[in-house]
């Protein structure tokens, strides 16, 4: 074992003490030092981010009867029926909900109304397309059991039995 002089272990000491001390001053003012005036900036930051949310929700509000009369419109759209003043004004609700996106398309959550305005669209676009595509199986089950019908025609009136 090494012995050191009281010289020495004062010097270590002091040494270590002083290392401490300005490792200590560099780790406080990292974290507490204030870097600028920060304190004004977050509560006006913060009081236009409240008003900005608050005219969010506004919006929301008054977006959302739109919204829902539009769905009740195309839930009861009856592609069938043959009214062009329908479907034009189901396409005018889906564009006066694809109106508020266009208020603010920089913000992130404003782009709810355009997915919603696409959904609506998709859905009514889908719901007209299904009730052709009813149709057309109607039809070609009709034509396919006139297709087995002459079928069976011909090969009686050439005397096939089957």
Do not use: W
């Not at 919006?59 to 062009?84: G, H, Q, R, S, W």
């Not at 009813?134 to 089950?141: C, E, K, L, S, V």
Request: charged residues 30%.
């Amino acid at each position: 074992m090494i012995k050191f002089s009281l010289k020495e272990k004062r010097e270590k000491f002091l040494f270590f003490l002083g290392m401490f001390l300005i490792t200590s001053a560099i780790l406080c003012t990292a974290i507490f030092y204030n870097y600028g005036d920060e304190v004004t900036v977050s509560k006006t930051e913060f009081s236009r981010k409240v008003n900005e949310e608050e005219e969010f929700e506004n919006l929301v509000a008054e977006a959302l009867p739109t919204a829902d009369t539009t769905y009740a419109k195309i839930e009861k759209f009856n592609p069938n029926v043959e009214a062009l003043f329908l479907e034009n004004d189901i396409k005018g609700s889906i564009g006066a909900i694809k109106s508020y996106y266009y208020r603010r398309p920089y913000d992130s959550r404003y782009q709810s109304f355009l997915y919603a305005s696409k959904l609506y669209e998709n859905l009514f676009y889908d719901k007209r397309e299904l009730a052709g595509n009813g149709n057309d199986i109607a039809r070609m089950t009709k034509l396919l059991d006139e297709c087995k019908l002459s079928t069976r025609q011909l090969q009686q009136s050439l005397g096939v039995n089957h």
